[in-house]
């Protein structure tokens, strides 16, 4: 399983904040810590703020923090929203499908890996902040 740009982006993006809840975070400054580029990250931001991850502030002054504290954002559901399908295979069109058994076991496989990320929350992953904090703001440098 390998998951988008999208989604690996989505969750740096929510580490960050996740890891400076004290203050307004731009999207420049998360581009930067990540060496990723800033248009990518502003769809990715776009999308999080319209779905309620993050909230964004217009204005001199603004910029992004979470829209919900890290013990209620579930990675599992996160992972389900920014990736389009999950289609590990495509059986349709194979002439095998209706008596090969894979497509079943791709579905228990999916069915796991969604599994272990639906135990994790946002918080979960901010084990060690200060270790997050101190590294991101190396990058910064």
């Not at 990715?44 to 209620?72: F, H, K, T």
Request: hydrophobic share 40%; proline share 3%; glycine share 10%.
């Amino acid at each position: 399983m390998k998951l988008t740009l999208f989604t690996d982006y989505s969750i740096r993006v929510l580490l960050h904040l996740a890891a400076r809840p004290e203050r307004l975070c731009s999207i420049a400054e998360v581009a930067q810590a990540y060496r990723i580029s800033q248009n990518h990250l502003m769809k990715v931001v776009n999308d999080l703020a319209r779905s309620g991850y993050i909230d964004s502030v217009r204005g001199r002054g603004g910029g992004i923090r979470l829209g919900r504290p890290p013990e209620e954002i579930n990675i599992g559901a996160l992972v389900r929203h920014t990736e389009e399908g999950f289609n590990l295979v495509d059986c349709g069109s194979c002439a095998l499908a209706p008596a090969c058994g894979m497509t079943g076991v791709l579905k228990e496989a999916l069915g796991a890996f969604l599994a272990v990320l639906d135990r994790y929350s946002l918080a979960d992953l901010m084990g060690k902040r200060q270790d997050l904090r101190r590294l991101l703001v190396q990058q910064e440098s």
